[in-house]
Nanobody
């Protein structure tokens, strides 16, 4: 059974930093890409960042230069370091994986964590 458990969300002021972490089990972590999505109230789920099994990364334009995704293959964890947070970053953040890169980047397929709330006040 694949499980993803996020942690690290919270309430911060604009300009602050937060680090999200996701512990993964039940899947061959080293061979799978990982992603972070977010969903703000009334909006569709948005792909924020992807890290491939090779370590290659991709980011949405809205977070590029501010967020960094990383993985620890020994600990089966994937982190999202978020700097210079803006009120527009307020959302529930989800950790995501899947058996193919396509599944990982899909907003519907794959395996999801339960989500962690990030709130950025102005």
């Amino acid at each position: 059974q694949v499980q993803l458990v996020e942690s690290g969300g919270g309430l911060v002021q604009a300009g602050a930093s937060l680090r999200l972490s996701c512990k993964v089990s039940g899947i061959d972590f080293n061979r799978n890409a990982m992603a972070w999505f977010r969903q703000a109230p009334g909006k569709e789920r948005e792909l924020v960042a992807v890290i491939r099994s090779s370590g290659g990364t991709s980011y949405s334009d809205s977070v590029k230069g501010r967020f960094t995704i990383s993985r620890d293959n020994a600990g089966d964890t994937v982190d999202l370091q978020m700097n210079s947070l803006e009120p527009e970053d307020t959302a529930v953040y989800f950790c995501k994986t899947g058996h193919t890169l396509y599944n990982v980047m899909s907003a519907t397929m794959g395996y999801w964590g339960q989500g962690t709330q990030v709130t950025v006040s102005s």
